[in-house]
């Protein structure tokens, strides 16, 4: 099994920025992706980024050109760069690990707030 704890989430301003980590352990070599997702309250939970081992990047249309996603040398770790931040953004982030032979692993969630 892999365990997943994020960190980073907070209330930011309007074109501000915010930086979500997440460090997997456990079975970490079973991991090939690792990713974030978000959620509202009333809504389904979306793909916002998700990186392969070896791979690019891919993300949701409405995040493109703002968010980056990077993984750590070790693969283990996986982040989101999130700059000019709009209210839209505001959720309950997630991070994301697919692992070989296994169902997918969940971090806790962080709240992220985008408010004036």
């Known amino acids: 099994q892999v365990q997943l704890v994020e960190s980073g989430g907070g209330l930011v301003q309007p074109g501000g920025s915010l930086r979500l980590s997440c460090a997997a352990s456990?079975?970490?070599?079973?991991?090939?992706?690792m990713g974030w997702y978000r959620q509202v309250p009333g809504k389904q939970r979306e793909l916002v980024a998700r990186q392969f081992n070896s791979g690019t990047p891919t993300y949701a249309d409405s995040v493109k050109g703002r968010f980056t996603i990077s993984r750590g040398n070790a693969k283990n770790t996986v982040y989101l760069q999130m700059n000019s931040l709009i209210p839209e953004d505001t959720a309950v982030y997630y991070c994301?690990?697919?692992?070989?032979?296994?169902?997918?692993?969940w971090g806790q969630g962080t709240q992220v707030t985008v408010s004036s």
């Open positions: 994301n690990a697919a692992v070989h032979g296994g169902s997918d692993s």
């Open positions: 456990g079975s970490i070599f079973s991991i090939y992706v």
